[in-house]
């Protein structure tokens, strides 16, 4: 089973400023990660997947990169309505894990 | 538009069982392998169970593996998830979720609390 670790798993961040969020799997998972929101008392939300690509309806300032065992999730600039916990998954191997999340606060 | 709507939660006792449901809509259920996922309070995601589009291919998580099962019928577009021995430690909203290039599709949950 692969592992997900997310860094760090809290982040402090004004609105209107860059966020940068991690995430390492314990091997190589080539492009087959994606990466969900989720805010309190909601269901988690699909924002990109396969590394890079934003499902249908996310914005644009959401963008992902990385390949391999390392990836980077980036918000160009915070909303007051993205402040919540991301969390990865890998989706290369059965059974497809997740890592332990990040919370974007407000600083 | 796809659609999960889960049920079957509730509150049991330790020892107890429960079965879980989640009925698809808006898609060709058969076509995708499904998955259970749960939150426990305060905590991460953590993948239960997957299922393949058949239902010929099961993955289980260890902390559950022999006292749950999870089972699908295409041909009433649901997915269940039969749960026995029920520990404090089950205790989390339950998530049925579509796998296409990723978990693309959610239900809304359904909690289970597992207390005396």
């Known amino acids: 089973e692969i592992v997900m670790t997310q860094s760090p798993p809290t982040l402090s961040v004004s609105p209107g400023e860059r966020a940068t969020l991690s995430c390492r799997a314990s091997?190589?998972?080539?492009?087959?990660l994606a990466w969900y929101q989720q805010k309190p008392g909601q269901a988690p939300r699909l924002l990109i997947y396969s590394s890079s690509t934003r499902a249908a309806g996310i914005p644009a300032r959401f963008s992902g990169s990385g390949s391999g065992t390392e990836f980077t999730l980036t918000i160009s600039s915070l909303q007051s309505e993205d402040f919540a916990v991301y969390y990865c998954q890998q989706c290369n191997n059965w059974p497809l894990t997740f890592g332990g999340g990040t919370k974007v606060e407000i600083k | 538009q796809a659609q999960l709507v889960e049920s079957g939660g509730g509150l049991v006792n330790p020892g107890g069982s429960l079965r879980l449901s989640c009925a698809a809509s808006?898609?060709?259920?058969?076509?995708?392998?499904m998955g259970w996922i749960r939150q426990a309070p305060g905590k991460g995601l953590e993948w239960v169970s997957y299922i393949s589009s058949s239902g010929s291919t099961i993955y289980y998580a260890d902390s559950v593996k022999g006292r749950f099962t999870i089972s699908r019928d295409n041909a009433k577009s649901s997915l269940y998830l039969q749960m026995d021995s029920l520990r404090v430690e089950d205790t989390a909203v339950y998530y049925c979720a579509r796998k296409y290039y990723a978990m693309d599709v959610w239900g809304q949950g359904t909690t289970v609390t597992v207390s005396s």
């Open positions: 091997q190589s998972i080539s492009s087959n």
């Open positions: 808006g898609f060709i259920f058969s076509d995708f392998y």
